[in-house]
């Protein structure tokens, strides 16, 4: 009987546990980095800044930038078009050729007519025929947490790696690309591409 009762009181101290740092890292950004860092977090006065705050940021932004009702954003996620009134590119950043640079990727040189077409029905404005080709006039890149002891997170050796925008001062980066906005928390990075002087 006592095992029983110890038993059931660790599945609920597993999933309260569990409960708490999924909440955390869903609405906060927060990682998860041991048992015992998680314990002495739980007592220290760390305060929470909602991920939403940085959001809102990025919105004001890029709704500051000039001509951003008529500019393309390329992105995964469509909010931040939205949300600054501007056009949006879909890309989910595993496309193109390992060969290729990153302006090969902005422009969708090698990318194939699966990604392409993809690409376009979920744009806005829809180009579902492929008669737009738009160029975007900002990217938004989330760096992608990639392991290789695990096959669902393994970084494609296929396709071009864009994980280079998620560090500005790597020297790939293109001359046109200018940095406006790098998130220390969850890793977003903005970039205005010069589009004329690539």
Known sequence: MKYAIFIIIFIILL???????????????????????????????KKYEHTSMEFFEIVDLLKKQPGIENSYIMSDLVNYAYYSGSKFLYTDF????????????????????????????????????????PIPDYVIYHNIPYDDNNPHYQKPSTYFDISILGHPDNEEIPSNFELLYKSNKTSTVIYKIHNNEN
Do not use: A, C
Not at 32 to 39: L, Q, R, V, W
Not at 111 to 116: A, E, K, M, P, R
């Open 94 to 133: 595993r496309s193109g050729q390992s060969s290729d640079s990153i302006n090969d990727f902005i422009h969708r040189k090698n990318w194939s007519d699966f990604d392409l077409h993809i690409s376009n029905i979920h744009s806005y404005p829809r180009d579902k025929h492929g008669l737009l080709e």
């Open 15 to 45: 999933n309260v546990g569990f409960s708490y740092k999924y909440f955390s890292s869903m609405f906060y950004g927060d990682s998860f980095d041991g048992i015992t860092s998680e314990i002495s977090e739980l007592f220290s006065d």
